[in-house]
Nanobody, 116 residues
């Protein structure tokens, strides 16, 4: 059974920062890429940032320069440092884990609310 558990969400004023964490557990799980997605009310879930097994990263245009994704392979965790937050960053943030042998897993989500 694979579990991905996010933490670190909350309420912050515009211009502030938050750091999201996603801890992954599961027997015999070999992970390739890890990423963060978000879903705002009434909108589709969208990719925010992805990091592959080699450490290469990709960001959505809307967060480039403000967000930084990182991973800890020993701890099997992925992080998202979010700076200069804007009200339009308000959403439920989910981590997504790709298994090396195929398939992927979602966390349960953590709410991020940015007030103006």
């Amino acid at each position: 059974q694979v579990q991905a558990v996010e933490s670190g969400g909350g309420l912050v004023q515009a211009g502030g920062s938050l750091r999201l964490s996603c801890a992954v557990s599961g027997s015999d799980l070999s992970i390739s890429a890890m990423g963060w997605y978000r879903q705002a009310p009434g909108k589709q879930r969208e990719s925010v940032a992805v990091i592959d097994s080699g450490g290469s990263t990709h960001y959505a245009d809307s967060v480039t320069g403000r967000f930084t994704i990182s991973r800890d392979n020993a701890a099997i965790a992925v992080y998202l440092q979010m700076n200069s937050l804007k009200p339009e960053d308000t959403a439920v943030y989910y981590c997504r884990i790709w298994a090396r042998l195929g398939g992927y897993y979602w966390g349960q989500g953590t709410q991020v609310t940015v007030s103006s």
